[in-house]
């Protein structure tokens, strides 16, 4: 293997190794027992991605079925998943569920890195509504400090 196949593969498993981590991350804040270990293999039924993007969204995805026994059953909750991210705004129009299905790691890591923005907008759309009349726009209007200009100076 060249030494620049070597140094993709090694940045690819970090990509993979951040992931996994933010996945986890919201995982444990659900206080569920699971826990990812392997990207490819442990979201092909569409429950722990339900579990991650449930918890990312603190909403119930819609329509997944609890126990997927088939293939098709198992494809079924992941489009459903990507429905429910696609009624809210997150770009996965290009995501195939038979592809996450199939463990492909850059569809699972394009879908991650969609969740994970979608997230961070979150974030900042809820710092921005917050008050900010608890704020003084100047702290000068409470000060005793007399201002140049101003009518209630005293020589």
């Given amino acids: 293997m ?5 140094a993709k593969m090694e940045k690819q498993k970090s990509i993979v190794e951040i992931y996994t981590d933010w996945a986890n991350h919201y995982l444990e804040k659900t206080n569920g027992k699971q826990k990812i270990k392997n990207l490819q293999t442990e979201l092909q039924d569409g429950l722990i991605l339900t579990e991650v993007i449930e918890a990312v969204t603190h909403q119930k995805v819609p329509d ?6 088939t293939k098709d059953a198992m494809v079924t909750n992941i489009q459903a998943c990507l429905n429910f991210l696609l009624a809210k705004g997150v770009a996965v129009e290009e995501i195939r569920p038979d ?9 699972i890591l394009g879908l991650f890195f969609q ?4 997230k961070q907008q979150q974030k900042q759309m809820n710092f921005s509504d917050r008050p900010t009349n608890s704020i003084p ?10 201002v140049p200009g101003s009518q209630n100076n005293s020589p």
Avoid at 64 to 69: R, T
Avoid at 99 to 107: A, D, W
Wanted: charged share 25%; aromatic share 6%.
């Fill in 115 to 118: 969740l994970s923005r979608y």
């Fill in 99 to 107: 592809e996450i299905h199939e463990g492909n790691l850059k569809t």
């Fill in 64 to 69: 997944i079925s609890k126990k997927p026994k």
């Fill in 137 to 146: 726009s100047s702290p000068a209007k409470y000060s005793s400090i007399p």
């Fill in 2 to 6: 060249s030494g620049e196949n070597q």
